[in-house]
């Protein structure tokens, strides 16, 4: 698997450029850095400038990566899709690909910040976020704390944040005790299951974990977002099933919207990307063909 990948990158780096995006490194601050694939005009001569004066006329997505790896290797079909209609922006989460951080802050706020901080780097004032998983907690957060930001949030397979009572469920299902024996694998067939670029920074990554969880009496309650949520899942994740989605809809209220991809996982956006591209560009095509 580790050659498969390693194999796939250089193709995928290639797609993505011929689609117009350029590989970027933006100091959030000194001992901070974040790396993102964004339009190519936008990018600065040097990591602590800000984006040029051309930039891009088109709605800006943002696609925020689950845990599984880093933000190009799991969005690249969604790239390739959407460059033609919107200006497409790939961070990579601290401690994925080339984002680093001197910090000791291990939390999703830290990361929206700093998302939100390179964002702007590069010119940004208005965007939607497209978060899966791990990203979409972080698209949660950045939804509540830069509201002038984010448009609308489309969620996929995730939760607001990773309570115990959701969390203990889940791993019980899996079949494991803790997210790093998923996320994190040791053994050989844990390497099987997952792929293997999550091994780089295996120890902040690890700490990313720890924080992840939060007691349920600790947790931030539902609240009322000012954007419009789209959920869109799908039916067979394992991680947060149908029940658990059904629910959080419920919850969310009449601003939230509801999308299934039959036949699909967690991971839905690379198992069935056609459907779920279809599902995702009728949901942006409602957000913008109306401003």
């Known amino acids: 698997m580790v050659n498969v990948v390693a194999a796939l990158k250089p193709v995928i780096h290639w797609l993505v450029k011929l689609a117009g995006l350029s590989s970027q490194t933006v100091e959030i601050e000194p001992g901070t850095v974040m790396h ?5 005009e936008t990018k600065p001569k040097n990591p ?3 984006a040029g004066n051309k930039k891009p006329n088109k709605p ?6 689950p845990f599984a790896g880093d933000g190009i ?5 969604q790239v390739l899709a959407l460059t033609s209609q919107y200006s497409v922006y790939v961070p990579d989460f601290i401690f994925f690909g080339g984002s680093t951080t001197s910090r000791p802050d291990r939390s999703a706020e830290f990361q929206a910040e700093c998302l939100v901080r390179g ?3 590069l010119g940004v004032e208005k965007c939607t976020v497209v978060g899966l998983s791990y990203g979409g907690m972080v698209g949660f957060k950045m939804a509540a704390m830069y509201p002038e930001l984010v448009e609308a949030l489309v969620a996929s397979c995730t939760v607001i944040e990773m309570k ?3 969390a203990k469920p889940s791993q019980k299902n899996l079949g494991i005790s803790q997210w790093s024996e998923l996320l994190l694998p040791e053994t050989v067939e844990g390497v099987k299951f997952l792929f ?6 295996r120890k902040e ?12 009496e600790d947790a931030t309650n539902i609240t009322s977002y000012p954007q419009r949520i789209h959920l869109l899942w799908g039916d067979d994740d394992k991680i947060f099933n149908l029940d658990l989605v059904q629910n959080f809809k419920e919850q969310l209220g009449e601003n939230a919207t509801l999308h299934l991809v039959k036949d699909a996982g967690h991971l839905t956006q690379l198992e069935r990307p056609f459907a779920y591209n279809t599902h995702l560009k009728r949901i942006l095509s409602s957000i913008y063909d109306s401003q």
């Not at 293997?196 to 920074?201: A, D, K, Y």
């Open 36 to 40: 993102f694939w964004a339009p190519k």
């Open 48 to 50: 602590t400038q800000t």
């Open 60 to 65: 800006a997505i943002v696609l925020a990566h």
């Open 73 to 77: 290797l799991m969005w690249f079909p």
């Open 119 to 121: 964002l702007r780097k």
């Open 164 to 166: 115990e009572s959701i």
């Open 196 to 201: 293997t670029v999550l091994f780089s920074n």
């Open 205 to 216: 990554k690890a700490e990313l974990l720890e924080a992840l969880v939060v007691r349920d």
